[in-house]
C-alpha cells in the first residue's frame, strides 16, 4: 500500500485520515554537508507502505508497522514499527514521529542507523538514539545520539553517559 501527501497537506484517504510526514534528512554526515541539509526540502511529498496500517484517530495518531519503508525524494527510511503523531486544528497537521525497530535512513551515498528517531515537525529536529552509526563513503561516524537540526543544518553526535564518539575518516590516494 503507498500513499503520496505532503507534511502540510495530508490527503483524506477511503479509511480516514491516514497520514505520514517527511522524515527528513537522516544521511547525513557529522557537520562536513551542512549546506545539503538546510536545503532540503522537508514539504517535499512523501510515500510509505507496511505490512500493516492503524489509524488510532480518537487518539489522533497513526501507527505503521512491518517493514516500514518511507521515501521522500532522495531520502530513504525503513524501520519495523513508526507512530505518527497529528493534530487537527483546521486540517491534519503533522507534529511528530517516533520510528523504532532498528531504523536506517539512507540520502544518496549517506546512511544513518540507531535503535530510535524521533522527528519533531514544529522544532524541525530529527533525534536518533542507541548504537548510531553514521557512514558517508569511506568515513564512519558511531555513537549513542544524534541530534539533527533541520533549519540551521547543524548536526551533532555524542557518546551518551558513559559512551564515547569514534570513527574513521578515509584519506585520498595520491598519486
Keep these: 500500500m503507498a500513499i503520496r501527501f505532503t507534511a502540510r497537506s495530508i490527503l483524506a484517504s477511503a479509511i480516514g485520515c491516514t497520514l505520514l510526514g517527511a522524515f527528513a534528512a ?3 554526515s557529522a557537520s ?3 549546506q545539503g541539509l538546510a536545503a532540503f526540502d522537508s514539504s517535499r511529498p512523501v510515500d510509505y507502505a507496511a505490512d500493516r496500517i492503524e489509524l488510532q484517530d480518537r487518539d489522533k495518531r497513526v501507527v505503521l508497522s512491518g517493514n516500514v519503508m518511507i521515501s ?3 531520502l530513504k ?3 519495523a514499527r513508526t507512530v505518527v ?4 486544528d483546521g486540517g491534519v497537521k503533522i507534529q511528530r514521529i517516533d520510528a523504532t525497530g532498528g531504523v536506517t535512513a539512507t540520502r544518496g551515498t549517506e546512511s544513518a ?3 530510535v528517531a524521533v522527528y519533531d515537525f ?3 529536529v530529527i533525534t536518533m ?3 548510531v552509526a553514521l557512514r558517508r563513503s569511506g568515513d564512519t561516524l558511531n555513537g549513542q545520539r544524534l541530534v539533527i537540526d533541520l533549519a540551521s543544518g547543524l548536526s551533532s553526535v555524542d557518546g551518551g553517559g558513559s559512551g564515547r564518539v569514534s570513527g574513521s575518516f578515509s584519506v585520498p590516494k595520491r598519486d
Aim: charged content about 25%; proline content about 0%.
Design 26 to 28: 537522516l544521511g547525513l
Design 32 to 34: 562536513a554537508d551542512a
Design 72 to 74: 521522500q525524494g532522495d
Design 77 to 79: 527510511m525503513q524501520a
Design 85 to 88: 503523531a497529528y493534530t487537527n
Design 113 to 115: 542507523r540507531g535503535d
Design 122 to 124: 514544529n522544532r524541525r
Design 129 to 131: 538514539v542507541g548504537h
